[in-house]
């Protein structure tokens, strides 16, 4: 088992963190970037099986104009002129665990719930990241499309191998 394969364990570890650090006084800019980290991680490595850092070619949500680009540029993940992008931003996604944690324990079920709700991860391109922050930079949406549509930009699941 990877070492880096976090547990539901260390994800209440990390929400109870946040909350003490929070009540010493630390910014939650600061305090809550552990769980951010271990939230990404474990849901990561429930959708595609690892946690290594983020690159094109793990994903298979699209935008259009990054399928677009690919094909007319076969070299633009190469180019830098595409991007990962979380639907839901990641510190969207750590304050939904941490209120929940707030509630009740993090559990298993409760997290594959929400992160095949609110965990989706697709390829736009560099224009539509810049177009993306400007309208909905850290916004939490009801879905991670609803956030993609709020600022034009159509996703959709490209057969596996491409």
């Given at each position: 088992m990877s070492k880096n394969k976090i547990t539901i364990e260390q994800l209440n570890v990390a929400?109870?963190?946040?909350?003490e650090m929070l009540l010493l006084?630390?910014?939650?800019?600061?305090?809550?970037?552990?769980l951010e980290l271990f939230?990404?991680?474990?849901?990561?490595?429930?959708?595609?099986?690892?946690?290594s850092p983020d690159h094109v070619n793990q994903y298979q949500l699209w935008s259009e104009a990054a399928?677009?680009?690919?094909?007319?540029?076969?070299?633009?993940?190469?180019?830098?002129?595409l991007r990962v992008e979380h639907g839901t931003p990641r510190r969207?996604?750590?304050?939904v665990i941490f209120q929940r944690w707030k509630v009740s324990n993090i559990e298993d079920s409760w997290m594959d719930e929400t992160i095949q709700k609110l965990w989706k991860v697709?390829?736009?391109t560099v224009e539509e990241d810049r177009k993306l922050n400007k309208s909905a930079?850290?916004?939490?949406?009801e879905s991670p499309f609803d956030r993609w549509r709020s600022a034009g930009i159509e996703v959709r699941e490209l057969a596996q191998g491409n």
């Open positions: 929400c109870r963190q946040f909350e006084g630390v910014t939650e800019n600061f305090a809550i970037r552990q939230a990404n991680a474990y849901a990561k490595f429930r959708v595609i099986g690892n946690v399928i677009a680009l690919s094909e007319e540029n076969p070299n633009a993940r190469k180019e830098g002129l969207q996604f750590a304050r697709a390829i736009i930079r850290s916004k939490m949406f």
